[in-house]
């Protein structure tokens, strides 16, 4: 999609494309249906190690497995923070180091709970020309909008990691008012 028209020096025009997934695909992905991980960027988790978050374990869990296989494909999305952006999810960590939870902080800044939308890695997985897919995944809401745009989810993966007593009020408040699945907890 493009976002604007710049002019090079010959007066051409080029198509300035935003950057908003990316998706590594390892080996075989059509032959049986694909291990796929859907992950939002985390900044904060994946790169910097916070522990207030299990992404950055979900993200090693993820790219493990797939290896393991030696087929399967990674949706890395730019929907930091639930999808309200880096700043406001920092603003967000003020409001929980003041004793809200997530959604609650997420709420008080005037975002919903969770306000990713999953339709592009859907239509990155067709254009892939995988259809049936085995999420690994703990949200609900990620099978549901893979199913609606017609990705068959043929099963759901758990994506859980060993709870962090930093991140302990992180997922459970991701299990009660997000619905996520976890088995271990």
Request: glycine share 8%; aromatic share 4%; hydrophobic share 40%.
């Amino acid at each position: 999609m493009a976002e604007g028209l710049s002019t090079d020096q010959t007066n051409k025009k080029i198509a300035v494309i935003a950057e908003e997934a990316i998706a590594l695909v390892m080996g075989d992905v059509h032959s049986a249906p694909a291990l796929v991980r859907v992950h939002s960027q985390c900044l904060t988790g994946d790169v910097f190690h916070s522990l207030r978050c299990d992404c950055r374990q979900q993200l090693e869990l993820a790219l493990e497995m797939i290896s393991s296989e030696g087929a399967g494909v990674l949706i890395y999305e730019q929907q930091e923070g639930r999808g309200i952006g880096l700043m406001a999810k920092l603003q967000a960590y003020e409001l929980q180091d003041s004793g809200l939870d997530t959604v609650e902080a997420n709420e008080r800044l005037g975002f919903k709970a969770d306000h990713r939308d999953f339709t592009l890695p859907a239509e990155i997985l067709k254009a892939l020309g995988v259809t049936r897919v085995r999420l690994l995944s703990n949200n609900p809401e990620k099978v549901e909008a893979l199913e609606r745009a017609g990705v068959a989810v043929v099963e759901r993966i758990p994506c859980e990691v060993p709870m962090s007593e930093h991140a302990e009020e992180y997922l459970k408040t991701k299990k009660a008012k997000l619905g996520h699945l976890f088995t271990l907890r």
